[in-house]
């Protein structure tokens, strides 16, 4: 079956630092790939998404490329903010399925002023 | 005016009561989901429903039920809660036609049950 294995945290970093969140997937086929994020107190927001290999999802100055070869999409910032603190998630469907979403087990960042 | 709405917030509930949980949507989406998310295990799939004549069971449906009153409606049931089912629950709508099947989630409600 499909699985999806990020690292663990919680990762705390000050502000302007680099961020790196690892994510690597198991899945048949040609998955698509996303990273949700989960602010404090609120439900789960699509932050960028990728559908073929080599495809770089970004938004809000984070980005992920989709690397077939390694079975990655980690997701990076160059600087983080304060307001960047929340829980994020990678997430797959496809592998044989067109609706299930495969959840990682989600990364808890704290960014410190 | 939020898209995907969960009631209630928030519930406390003892042992062997049941309680619902609801979901509407305003996206005109056909399908919609029931997850559950647990510190450390991520979110699972507990039912979702692909239209209102078609439900079926996720990876943890044991002790839930679901209903599906209209396109824009899928409520979750605890018939007989217990403390493992505290948690946090969230509804989510996805349309067939979208791809990659992108899921747009509620804000989630937060159950504790004693």
């Known amino acids: 079956g499909n699985s999806v294995t990020q690292m663990e945290g919680p990762v705390t970093l000050s502000e302007e630092a680099f961020l790196t969140i690892n994510c690597t997937y198991t899945?048949?086929?040609?998955?698509?790939l996303f990273w949700y994020v989960q602010y404090p107190g609120e439900g789960l927001q699509l932050l960028l998404k990728?559908?073929?290999?080599?495809d770089k999802g970004s938004n809000k100055g984070f980005e992920a490329t989709y690397r077939k070869e390694t079975t990655s999409f980690h997701l990076e910032k160059g600087s983080v903010q304060v307001s960047d603190s929340a829980v994020y998630f990678c997430?797959?469907?496809?592998?044989?399925?067109?609706?299930?979403?495969?959840f990682g087990k989600g990364t808890l960042l704290t960014v410190n002023p | 005016d939020a898209d995907v709405t969960q009631t209630p917030r928030n519930r406390i509930t003892k042992t062997g009561k049941r309680i619902m949980l609801e979901c509407s949507q305003t996206?005109?989406?056909?399908?919609m989901y029931w997850y559950r998310q647990d510190p450390g295990l991520g979110l699972r799939l507990i039912y979702y429903?692909?239209?209102?004549?078609?439900?079926n069971k996720g990876e943890i449906s044991d002790g839930y039920s679901v209903s599906r009153q209209a396109q824009a409606k899928f409520s979750l049931s605890l018939e007989s809660a217990i403390p493992n089912q505290t948690a946090l629950y969230f509804c989510?709508?996805?349309?067939?036609?979208?791809?990659?099947?992108?899921?747009?989630f509620g804000p989630g409600t937060r159950l504790t049950v004693l």
């Open positions: 989510a709508t996805s349309d067939q036609g979208l791809a990659p099947n992108e899921q747009f």
């Open positions: 990728a559908t073929k290999a080599d």
């Open positions: 996206k005109g989406h056909d399908r």
């Open positions: 997430a797959l469907v496809g592998g044989g399925s067109n609706y299930k979403l495969t």
């Open positions: 899945a048949t086929g040609y998955p698509s």
């Open positions: 429903s692909f239209d209102v004549k078609d439900i």
